[in-house]
């Protein structure tokens, strides 16, 4: 999947960043349209990953910018809980929309969280 995501393979629907410290990757992020009915014609942040090296260095606001654009209305879905993603996405201007799933192949629950543009 990744392989195929990386090299293109997705009709230019998603924006795609890496992260790399030393020549090595340290993270990636990934957003797209959103799949959810109610926000229609809006981003969504499906992916934003670093290593644990590269916490508090700025590389995860940083996929962020490259992914989705600064002031631009964007929406995601954590896993609850997960205080450390919820504190950096706080920082990074989201708030929960009181919207809440569980996902039906592994049990864990989501809330979604939003942006608002600028």
């Known amino acids: 999947m990744w392989n195929s995501l990386l090299a293109g393979g997705t009709s230019g629907k998603l924006t795609i960043a890496i992260a790399e410290h030393d020549r090595q990757l340290v993270g990636i992020a990934m957003s797209g349209p959103s799949d959810d009915e109610d926000r229609q014609g809006e981003s969504e942040l ?15 606001a940083q ?19 997960n205080p450390r993603a919820q504190a950096f996405y706080c920082k990074m ?3 929960p929309d009181g919207s809440r799933s569980t996902d ?15």
Do not use: M
Request: charged share 25%; net charge negative.
């Open 104 to 118: 039906d192949d592994d049990g864990v629950t989501e809330i979604r969280i939003i942006r608002p543009s600028r």
């Open 46 to 60: 499906f992916v934003l990953y670093t290593y644990e090296s590269v916490h508090g260095r700025g590389a995860g």
């Open 93 to 95: 201007g989201f708030a």
């Open 63 to 81: 996929l962020l910018e490259a992914v989705v654009a600064p002031g631009k209305s964007v929406s995601l879905w954590v896993a609850d809980p």
